[in-house]
């Protein structure tokens, strides 16, 4: 069993006739998919990339994993958005978000080149200095400033510690198979690369060497996290949403938004999908939100942020729905002892496992806030584990695919990243942006 839309939370909210009016719209976004003729048809590489990944690649990412693993106490990984955000993602939802913290046979793992802050560049290279480390450079245009700048960075650190022979054997390239710098400097120094297929965009990556590599070093089951993968994408194919959970949780997020709910809040009650979190936000935001459309995806984890923000959820502006991932088991339990003195009056909640008190808070959560006015799709799945992972990234990419197509907006470019770019470059003096420097120059003065 896997992934299943529980609607039991939109009585009230979402009519079966309103679910039914969205069958012809459905099936129209289904065939424009599958019959590659929709806008960004060129980008639909994902579809298919749980049967047909290249399977020689995904063995040199399975031997470079080994060998990082014995000779890194640290791995870098250098990357921005759809070339980081993915592979972090799984690490913390399989490993949890204090993976560097604990006792393991796996290499520390940073994430850096996702930002232009000095201070983190700092904490990094204070982190790595006089350990055994490796950098993963993660750019599919080779070109993008952040990771491009951290690289260097890094890049110098290696080959100073080991000269340019012991670096290159511990540079590992993740780019496009021909074209830009990174693949450029990767030939000339010898790096080993893995490739990103031309026809898969940065956030619909994870299931390729951009993600694969550096799960693999964080110990997490490549397979099994495929399989996840190859099991969705067998089983979400019926253009009928009563057959199609996937199609069906696309249904019900348009369904929402058409009646004026203008963002969708992804919330689970595990820190450790904190990241998923983000990935989904940049999945769902940069996919939809174009042409003055797409919900606002945001997200929570909860109880944490029932304490911050449970207060405007209950009772705010009515603007959003909550998308619950509500996972069946926890990775990890916990026996809450019986205290026979009770001085701290908590032994309503001993004599059993941590879990069930969490999954009370989240029964408790639904139900207040369903009734305080705020909709709530459930996505019911039984663990979270590589398997599961696999199938829900699988899920959210083509939910994500499906509802852009029902929104009438290409879900596979970002034309908006473009625009601080343009002024970044200019305000930097970067060739080629001469004229707009002195226009930005104006406006900022
Ligand atoms: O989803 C996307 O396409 C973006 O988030 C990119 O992945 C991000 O901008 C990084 O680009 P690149 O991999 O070319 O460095």
Redesign the pocket.
């Known amino acids: 069993m896997a992934l299943k839309v529980n609607d039991k939370y939109l009585k009230g909210f979402v009519g079966a006739d309103e679910l039914k009016g969205m069958e012809p719209l459905v099936k129209a976004a289904h065939e424009t998919l599958t019959s590659k003729s929709g806008l960004g048809n060129d980008f639909l590489g994902w579809v298919t990339l749980p049967t047909d990944y290249d399977k020689d690649e995904f063995a040199r990412i399975k031997a470079a994993a080994e060998k990082i693993k014995k000779d890194s106490e640290v791995l870098l990984v250098i990357?921005?958005?759809?070339?980081y955000l993915g592979a972090r993602a799984a690490i913390e939802a399989i490993k949890g978000s204090l993976y560097n913290n604990v006792k393991k046979d796996t290499p520390d793992i940073y994430f850096i080149g996702n930002s232009i802050s000095p201070t983190y560049l700092n904490q990094v290279v204070s982190l790595v200095e006089g350990k055994d480390f490796s950098v993963n450079i993660?750019?599919?245009?080779g070109t993008?400033t952040e990771?491009a700048l951290a690289f260097r960075v890094f890049r110098d650190m290696l080959e100073e510690k080991y000269g340019a022979e012991g670096a290159k054997s511990r540079i590992y390239a993740t780019t496009d198979k021909a074209r830009g710098t990174l693949k450029e400097l990767s030939d000339e120094k010898g790096y080993e690369t893995f490739v990103i297929p031309d026809d898969v965009?940065?956030?619909f990556s994870v299931l390729t060497a951009v993600g694969l590599l550096p799960i693999a070093c964080a110990g997490c089951d490549i397979d099994a996290l495929m399989n996840g993968a190859k099991a969705a994408q067998d089983e979400l194919v019926s253009p009928e949403i009563d057959k199609n959970d996937c199609y069906k949780y696309a249904a019900l997020r348009n369904i929402l938004n058409r009646k004026g709910r203008s963002a969708e809040m992804l919330v689970a009650y595990e820190p450790s999908f904190a990241m998923m979190n983000e990935w989904f936000k940049?999945l769902f935001g940069?996919s939809e939100g174009k042409d003055g459309k797409g919900l606002y995806p945001t997200s929570a984890v909860f109880s944490t942020d029932l304490h911050s923000l449970g207060q405007f959820i209950q009772d705010g502006t009515k603007m959003l729905f909550e998308t619950v991932v509500h996972f069946g088991k926890a990775q990890q339990d916990f026996f809450l002892k019986d205290d026979p003195t009770n001085g701290d009056g908590l032994n309503f909640l001993s004599n059993q496992n941590m879990s069930v008190v969490n999954d009370k808070a989240y029964q408790g959560t639904v139900i207040a806030h369903t009734e305080g006015g705020v909709p709530n799709i459930v996505l019911e799945v039984p663990e979270l584990n590589e398997y599961e992972l696999g199938y829900m990234i699988y899920f959210f990419e083509k939910a994500c695919a499906i509802s852009g197509y029902l929104l009438g907006v290409n879900p596979f470019n970002?034309p908006g990243?473009e625009s601080y770019k343009k002024n970044m470059f200019a305000l930097l003096g970067k060739p080629g942006y001469e004229d707009a420097k002195a226009a930005l120059e104006a406006k900022l003065s």
Not at 79 to 83: A, P, Q, T
């Open positions: 990357g921005i958005g759809g070339s993660i750019s599919k245009s993008t990771p965009g940065g956030r940049q940069e970002q990243v």
